[in-house]
């Protein structure tokens, strides 16, 4: 006898929802068959790169090019003499500001772009770029934003009026020639007051460094003008294909529909590859100018020192608190360095990103938040690096705070947050800064982490250390760091989220082939997040086919509707409603077209994992398969053939993420060693589409957040030079210094959101980072330390142990 197939075989078989399903991608990725730009080459393709500037701050007197031409197989050089009559030497940033394609009259940071050498390989412009002279005349360099605002030395000439006037910024009035922005969120007036008369105040200011996502594929595109038909290709490393496309056609002039943006396989983004770069423009134009294909490909030291670098925040802020420890009020300063333009890829009415979730998981009545953004001699950039707009900087000031706090009261850490977080019964809860968190439940998440690593026997063993330690029985100290956060991510509602104008929706549309397969296609882009596998997985349970039936394909402008990309960890929450919306479309139709193959009334039909029954006759049914078919090959009175749906989707609210996370360290006080001995993370995505792929998510970003607390840093010197251009400086994380983690859940649905999932791909970055820090700062909280500035590298905690006296 046949075995019967169970209604939990059907499901199984569908890998829905809930389902670590193995990633689809990764047989390509592992057998060298992924396809990503470099691999793209094309009849008579040829090579551009830069010329770059040595200095952070220069004059250029002159750029000579004749002996660059002489070489051979060199082309062409580009100058902003060149792009000039074209309207393309500078163009629009992101942030509402302008960048220079190519230096026009000076140069702002080190490795600006001064001259495009095209060639006929990499090795030739390589050698043209050798011969390009620029006699550049040095100028002051600026590379601290507080010495930028009182400086007479004047950044950016072309921003100040004939008379020295000083128009106002794409953001308000500007106060110095140096100041781009100020931003504020809150009640200044009521927030000094709560404070001034609050029983307890902790103050403290701490530099969140300067970094950079890294990502293992450097940027780069391949431009291809088709003259005889007037169509521009553009393959490159997007996270936003569409939003290239329209940046293109704007700037270029050449019509949206003869544009043609492809993203291919992407090898790591962060947030570096969501920008537009000069790169991009040079390619085009100089396809245009040669007739030819044009590649452009960063190496590793300009991927460094140019592209969107991370943070570079300096904030300042005051805590209130009652004697019991409830927080009353919090206030915020940050002197933001946005280096020479203003090119941070935030929506354009949050010049400083998300900052403004700087209260955090707390319920802090009253609060207010002040951002300067200022130039300065260094590169442009500043949200990259999942950093969801800038919450990372957000929850590493407010966790930091608490942690002051605590000190300050002589409380426990734990204790502190825990009678502060936002209560269940309160979602939706407006926070003092202005969002609306849809939902929580902070105090079940916190409680469950501090059992799973017996967080007092963990002070107990922690107390004994310091015993220890002062009875010279050992020279390692205990830390034991916590950190609780909360994310916005899902940018966002049309109504108060823009790029460049463009509403920050996004979109699915799926085809349904007549036996029963499909394919779908997003706005967004994957760049190793495995969107391929779990886009198909919410359709799978959406729709009754089985996820392995179902194509997912993202990045080509020409196929995919419009939608905004990949970064914010916006896919989830809104192409992934996207997906769900369209699939309940495509389930309505089935509906219609089964209850009309089975002679029922629509109503009489209900959806049953992969099929349609009828109610109360589970034996009467139609699968989604057969349903496909008929949809092809039945006329059915009044419905249309085919079986397709498309939804563009505006989220009502962004999503709001959440976790707890505990680090447990020993540090070695004599040589500053740190070494893990425990991560423990809980995260809270609401429904978890794939749990396999959110526990690589949370590796991926607690890995990138040790780096950036323990070590990583884009550092200049005083004259503006990177003293960290390569990977023998830039710390990389290897497995060798990577813990083991232990991950665990809650789960809380979005109440708005069509699953019930946020999104995940930032959280471990963003509750990372100031869980690291927090451990290296508890181990030397019982002698006497209340904050030291990141990247506790090996050398600075070893001068914390010094300037402490453990080494007396
Ligand atoms: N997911 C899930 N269940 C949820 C939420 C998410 O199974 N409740 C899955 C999603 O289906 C998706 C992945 O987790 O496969 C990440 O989803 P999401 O949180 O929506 O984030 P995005 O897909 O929008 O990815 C962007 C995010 C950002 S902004 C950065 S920065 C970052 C990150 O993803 N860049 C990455 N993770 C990365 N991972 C890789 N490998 N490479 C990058 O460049
Ligand atoms: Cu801010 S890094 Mo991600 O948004 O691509």
């Known amino acids: 006898m046949k075995d019967e197939v169970t209604r939990e075989d059907r499901v199984a078989n569908l890998k829905g929802m809930g389902c670590s399903r193995k990633r689809v991608e990764d047989a390509r990725f592992t057998q060298g068959k992924g396809n990503y730009v470099d691999d793209i080459k094309l009849d008579g393709m040829l090579f551009g790169d830069f010329v770059r500037s040595p200095y952070a701050h220069a004059r250029i007197k002159s750029i000579d090019t004749a002996a660059a031409l002489e070489v051979p197989g060199v ?19 992101l942030a509402g500001d302008k960048q220079m394609v190519l230096a026009d009259g000076k140069v702002l940071f080190q490795g600006q772009e001064v001259a495009f050498v095209v060639a006929e390989d990499r090795y030739a412009a390589a050698d043209g770029i050798e011969l390009v002279e620029v006699e550049y005349e040095e100028l002051p360099v600026i590379v601290d934003p507080f010495e930028s605002l ?23 009035p500007r106060k110095h020639h140096n100041h781009i922005f100020t931003w504020e969120a809150g009640n200044k007036a009521p927030t000094e007051e709560v404070i001034a008369n609050a029983d307890v105040v902790a103050e403290e200011s701490m530099y969140y460094h300067r970094t950079h996502p890294c990502p293992l594929e450097t940027c780069g595109c391949v431009a291809s003008m088709d003259k005889v038909n007037g169509k521009l290709t553009l393959w490159g490393t997007f996270q936003a294909p569409h939003a290239i496309r329209t940046v ?13 943006v492809i993203s291919p396989d992407i090898g790591g983004g962060f947030g570096n590859k969501v920008g537009a770069y000069p790169g991009y423009v040079c390619s085009v134009v100089a396809s245009i100018v040669t007739g030819k294909p044009v590649k452009w490909i960063e190496d590793r030291m300009d991927n460094l020192m140019t592209t969107a670098f991370a943070r570079d925040y300096h904030m300042t802020g005051k805590i209130s608190a009652t004697k019991e420890g409830k927080i009353t009020g919090l206030q915020c300063h940050v002197t933001a360095d946005h280096g020479g333009f203003d090119a941070c890829a935030d929506p354009t009415k949050f010049p400083a990103g998300f900052m403004n979730i700087c209260t955090g998981s707390y319920d802090i009545p009253t609060a207010y938040l002040e951002v300067d953004g200022v130039y300065t001699n260094k590169a442009p950039g500043g949200v990259s690096y999942r950093c969801s707009f800038r919450v990372t900087e957000a929850v590493y000031f407010i966790e930091r705070m608490v942690e002051v706090l605590a000190i300050k009261l002589n409380m426990d850490a734990a204790e502190l947050r825990r009678i502060n977080f936002i209560k269940k019964e309160q979602f939706p809860y407006t926070a003092a800064l202005g ?3 849809d939902s929580g439940d902070y105090h079940t998440a916190w409680d469950k982490a501090l059992k ?18 002062k009875a010279g029985k050992t020279r390692k100290l205990m830390g034991i760091g916590l950190s609780f956060f909360t994310e916005i991510v899902g940018a966002g509602p049309v109504k108060n989220c823009d790029i460049l104008g463009l509403g920050m929706f996004d979109s699915c549309e799926i085809r349904i082939h007549p036996t029963g397969s499909a394919i779908a296609r997003l706005g967004t882009i994957s760049q190793g997040q495995g969107h391929a596998t779990t886009f198909a997985q919410i359709l799978a349970s959406e729709i009754g086919l089985p996820a392995d039936s179902i194509t997912i394909e993202e990045g080509d402008t020409d196929t995919a ?5 990949t970064y914010g960890s916006r896919s989830t929450p809104v192409a992934g409603a996207a997906t769900a919306m369209a699939g309940r479309k495509i389930r309505a139709k089935a509906q219609m077209i089964a209850a009309y193959l089975l002679e029922v009334h629509d109503n009489d039909v209900e959806f049953d994992v992969d099929r349609f029954v009828v109610k109360g006759a589970p034996e009467k049914f139609k699968t989604m398969k057969e349903i496909a078919f008929a949809a092809y090959n039945q006329a059915i009175p009044s419905l249309e053939p085919g079986l397709e749906a498309v939804s563009y989707y505006d989220p009502p609210n962004m999503t709001y993420p959440f976790g707890a996370y505990v680090c447990v360290m020993d540090i070695d006080v004599d040589t500053g060693v740190p070494e893990i001995r425990r991560f423990y993370a809980l995260d809270d995505c609401g429904t978890r589409i794939n749990p396999m792929i959110i526990e690589g998510q949370v590796h991926g970003g607690l890995t990138e957040a040790l780096a950036v607390a323990l070590g990583q840093e884009i550092a200049y010197d005083d004259m503006g030079n990177v003293k960290t251009g390569t990977l023998m400086d830039f710390f990389l994380p290897t497995a060798w210094e990577v813990p083991n983690y232990e991950t665990d859940f809650t789960v809380t649905p979005s109440p708005h959101h069509p699953i019930g999932a946020k999104g995940v791909g930032e959280s471990p970055h963003v509750g990372g980072v100031p869980c690291f820090s927090n451990a290296v700062q508890d181990a030397f909280r019982p002698f006497g330390n209340t904050h030291t500035n990141m990247p506790h590298d090996h050398w600075r905690i070893w001068r914390t142990a010094n300037e402490l006296g453990l080494h007396d």
């Open 75 to 93: 082309l062409a050089v580009l100058t902003a003499a060149d792009l000039e009559p074209l309207g393309l030497h500078w163009m629009p940033t």
């Open 150 to 172: 009182k400086s007479d030395v004047v950044l950016r000439e072309d921003l100040v009026g004939k008379n020295g006037a000083l128009p106002d910024g794409a953001h308000g």
């Open 248 to 260: 293109v056609s704007l700037i270029s002039g050449i019509e949206e529909h003869n544009i043609r």
């Open 435 to 437: 969002w609306e968190y």
């Open 452 to 469: 799973a690593v017996d967080y007092e026997g963990l002070r107990a063993e922690q107390a004994q250390r310091v015993e220890d330690f």
């Open 561 to 565: 509707p419009y939608g905004l990309g």
